[in-house]
């Protein structure tokens, strides 16, 4: 695990997987990007071709960057198509069941016993998904926030059985060739960052569910009281409303605390399909751009 990482695959096509991707084919670094099938592939291509051209325009950076990070992506519905990564970061739907076994197959897959496994997962216990492999050593967690070109954290979590190697492997991955901040974490379900924020952002739904202010008073008293940059109900459209509520479950099971518990209403949003910003409507409605 000494040498340095250059080529990565990133399962999962969606806001976090294709900004992972994004990040990584800007670094330099020979990045797959593997879908669930060709669709779904193309639109992650899509959706990252889009990502740097704004770039361009907004002049965070020049065409000769963004062209030759393009050639720096494969976009693959086939899992065998990452045997050769010295790193993959995983991606996929807060799903423990789905992640689980895209653990078990990955690390028949990925041969190299030195290749490190990691996971974006924002609330899940990370040894959970190493223990779904025959090399717990070479798995960590690689949290990054949304979205991942912007933002410029990453929490490195380690479990029980992660090696040194490893963890330090990861850490100068997200340092020294992404430029990004690094905190460490406990495996304990939502981390760090996920355990302070999610009651918050909890807190704020059940003022709404319970008629003591709508989303724009809320969202405005935070912003313009606290100098928050963005106001709860916001921030949640933006993370997303099943991930909010998926992460919360999460807390709520490790901790049995009523503050992680996902509120109802936050329930029947996402069983109504209103997710927030990626579905155009969540506490607000958003228009196309």
């Known amino acids: 695990m000494t040498a340095r990482i250059e080529r990565v695959g990133v399962v999962g096509g969606g806001q976090m997987g294709t900004g992972i991707a994004e990040v990584c084919a800007r670094a330099g670094l020979d990045t797959v990007v593997c879908e669930v099938d060709r669709a779904a592939a193309e639109s992650a291509r899509e959706k990252i071709t889009a990502s740097l051209e704004r ?149 704020a739904v059940r003022m709404t569910e319970s008629g003591f202010a709508g989303p724009e008073d809320i969202d405005e008293g935070m912003q313009r009281g606290c100098a928050h940059p963005m106001g709860p109900l916001k921030l949640a459209d933006l993370i997303g409303l099943d991930t909010v509520a998926a992460i919360a479950e999460s807390l709520y099971q490790e901790f049995r605390e009523p503050l992680y518990s996902p509120p109802p209403l936050l329930k029947r949003m996402v069983e109504a399909g209103l997710l927030g910003r990626k579905t155009g409507r969540g506490f607000y409605e958003y228009g196309e751009d």
């Not at 020049?62 to 393009?70: E, G, I, K, Y």
């Not at 090696?163 to 991955?173: D, I, V």
């Not at 340092?175 to 009651?199: C, E, M, S, Y």
């Open 55 to 203: 770039a361009v325009r907004r002049g965070r950076s020049d065409r000769s960057d963004t062209d030759a990070a393009l050639t720096r992506l494969t976009f693959t519905d086939d899992l065998d198509n990452l045997r050769d990564r010295q790193l993959v970061v995983e991606a996929v739907s807060e799903n423990p069941e789905v992640k689980t076994e895209l653990f078990e197959v990955l690390d028949k897959i990925v041969g190299d016993p030195d290749a490190i496994l990691a996971t974006n997962t924002s609330s899940l216990p990370v040894i959970r998904l190493a223990m779904a492999t025959g090399n717990a050593e070479r798995v960590v967690g690689l949290h990054f926030f949304n979205p991942v070109p912007v933002m410029p954290l990453v929490e490195v979590v380690e479990t029980l059985h992660t090696a040194p190697e490893t963890l330090t492997a990861a850490r100068e991955f997200a340092t020294g060739v992404l430029g990004k901040h690094v905190i460490h974490a406990q495996d304990r379900a939502g981390f760090l960052v996920n355990t302070l924020l999610v009651p918050y952002l909890l807190s």
